[in-house]
């Protein structure tokens, strides 16, 4: 395969940003289906906040006026409108198996049937601390964690077998001592959990150990509060480069586990690290994924700089390299692109040019920070929401020729309303027809966690037509 490479700075270090001339990962023109008709004058469209696709089933999202949509994952057309009024504010929501499960600021789990507009089981927590973070583990389906907002001196880690919805199996309350923002279990062991927080560490528990302090495998400081973290990553891909420091604890009980593979961290200072769960040794250095930006030739973009990180995926089917971890990263104004995590091909430690691969980039299809996304590798489609009401569908698949003459992919969905009348509004967004008005941005930065000059790029630009 043959690349493009691009030099990138970083303050005094140059990064390199690769783009394959064979890439094939493209998004097809489709259709767009416009619900911001019946909105209001001067009301403003909600923020998507969430977002899931549910396998062989729909697409949920959640917006912050607190209502649940399901759509259909063809067309995006709404198929349902729901509230969760005992849970409150919806702060995560997961797939599970033919449904999603949600975290509610009142302290309770929902399990639900997509097809249904209540759920199925509700758990209410012991503490009645808002839940900030949910896992569903795919081997044992039974199992739920949930991870509560700091109360008091405690922030908890609560373990539910759905079959038992009293109280929990299993609780940990000194694992973290701040928010917790993320959990996910390994993909093949039912009983490892990963867990971040606002304190700035990233965990591994052994969720078979009824004691807290032997349940803990290992920590690492990620310098920063942490708004996602997951399983990813190969050594193969990402060689060591530092050993365990000072602010890493490998607990004896490590030795006994089966191999872990990698974990990423992508924190609310927009930062990105790897580390291998055998040793807790650092793969890949904490980087700032604002230090990376790029002069294109692309009519649509000229300039990409990229603001925050929208989240992280590690997908075989989402990257060329199977075993390495893709990012998806925001500009203020809507943009979005999937980019390859960097990595050394040479296998040094300490090599100036970690390498970054652009593999999608898109414009047009959100008018404002994009604060989710979920991939589905059953049809090949990225779906993203955003603060801007939108919700889009970018179709990756295609052969190269259709590529070539087919700019972009698109299905857009803007949440405002629930009926095709016109809106009144004057003005006028990229899709030709009127544009929300705008409420002020939520804070300063990226709340949900949320590359120097170089030569001319060369790439393709998806946009929604």
């Given at each position: 395969m043959d690349d493009e490479v691009f030099q990138l700075g970083?303050?005094?270090?140059?990064?390199?940003?690769?783009?394959?001339?064979?890439?094939?990962?493209?998004?097809?023109?489709?259709?767009?289906?416009?619900?911001?008709a019946a909105n209001q004058v001067g009301s403003s469209a909600p923020y998507v906040t969430q977002l899931v696709s549910i396998p062989s089933s729909s697409i949920v999202s959640y917006t912050d006026d607190g209502i649940f949509r399901t759509h259909d994952r063809a067309s995006l057309s709404v198929i349902g409108i729901f509230q969760w009024e005992q849970g409150g504010i919806c702060s995560a929501i997961?797939?599970?198996?033919?449904?999603?499960i949600s975290a509610g600021k009142s302290g309770m789990i929902g399990y639900w049937d997509a097809r249904q507009p209540t759920p199925t089981i509700s758990l209410q927590g012991p503490s009645n601390a808002p839940y900030l973070s949910l896992a569903s583990s795919t081997v044992d389906t039974n199992t739920i964690a949930a991870g509560t907002e700091l109360q008091g001196?405690?922030?908890?880690?609560?373990?539910?077998?759905?079959?038992?919805?009293?109280?929990?199996?299993?609780?940990?309350?000194?694992?973290h001592s701040d928010d917790i923002t993320s959990l996910d279990f390994h993909p093949t062991l039912h009983n490892i959990l990963l867990s971040a927080a606002s304190d700035a560490l990233i965990a591994i528990s052994d969720t078979r150990q009824q004691n807290e302090d032997d349940s803990?495998?290992?920590?690492?400081?990620?310098?920063?509060?942490?708004?996602?973290?997951?399983?990813?990553?190969?050594?193969?891909?990402?060689?060591?480069?530092?050993?365990?420091?000072?602010?890493?604890?490998?607990?004896?009980?490590?030795?006994?586990?089966?191999?872990?593979?990698?974990?990423?961290?992508?924190?609310?200072?927009?930062?990105?690290?790897?580390?291998?769960?055998?040793?807790?040794?650092?793969?890949?250095?904490?980087?700032?994924?604002?230090?990376?930006?790029?002069?294109?030739?692309?009519p649509t973009h000229r300039h990409w700089q990229t603001e925050y990180a929208i989240d992280a995926n590690y997908d075989s089917s989402l990257l060329e390299n199977s075993e390495s971890v893709g990012l998806f990263c925001g500009e203020q104004n809507g943009g979005m692109a999937l980019m390859e995590i960097p990595h050394?091909?040479?296998?040094?430690?300490?090599?100036?040019?970690?390498?970054?691969?652009?593999?999608?980039?898109?414009?047009?299809?959100?008018?404002?920070?994009?604060?989710?996304?979920?991939?589905?590798?059953?049809?090949?489609?990225?779906?993203?929401?955003?603060?801007?009401?939108?919700?889009?569908?970018?179709?990756?698949?295609?052969?190269?020729?259709?590529?070539?003459?087919?700019?972009?992919?698109?299905?857009?969905?803007?949440?405002?309303?629930?009926?095709?009348?016109?809106?009144?509004?004057?003005t006028s967004d990229e899709f030709g027809g009127p544009g929300p008005k705008r409420k002020p941005l939520k804070g300063s930065t990226h709340s949900s966690s949320p590359l120097h000059s170089g030569r001319t790029a060369s790439s393709k630009s998806y946009r929604p037509y």
């Open positions: 970083a303050s005094s270090q140059k990064q390199t940003l690769s783009i394959s001339s064979s890439f094939v990962q493209r998004a097809r023109p489709t259709f767009w289906l416009d619900l911001n997961k797939p599970v198996q033919n449904g999603f001196t405690d922030a908890r880690i609560d373990l539910w077998d759905i079959r038992k919805p009293d109280v929990p199996v299993l609780s940990y309350l000194e694992t803990v495998v290992g920590v690492i400081n990620a310098g920063a509060s942490v708004a996602r973290a997951g399983w990813g990553g190969s050594s193969k891909v990402y060689p060591k480069a530092s050993p365990v420091d000072d602010d890493e604890e490998i607990s004896s009980s490590a030795s006994n586990l089966p191999p872990l593979g990698a974990f990423y961290g992508v924190s609310d200072m927009q930062t990105v690290g790897i580390w291998e769960a055998d040793g807790f040794s650092e793969l890949l250095p904490v980087r700032d994924v604002r230090q990376t930006q790029m002069e294109t030739n692309i050394d091909n040479n296998n040094s430690q300490s090599s100036s040019s970690p390498n970054w691969s652009l593999h999608c980039l898109t414009s047009g299809g959100h008018a404002d920070i994009v604060r989710s996304v979920t991939w589905d590798p059953a049809s090949y489609i990225l779906y993203s929401g955003g603060e801007d009401g939108r919700l889009c569908a970018w179709s990756l698949s295609g052969d190269q020729s259709s590529a070539q003459s087919n700019a972009a992919a698109a299905i857009a969905t803007s949440l405002d309303a629930s009926n095709n009348e016109s809106n009144t509004d004057s």
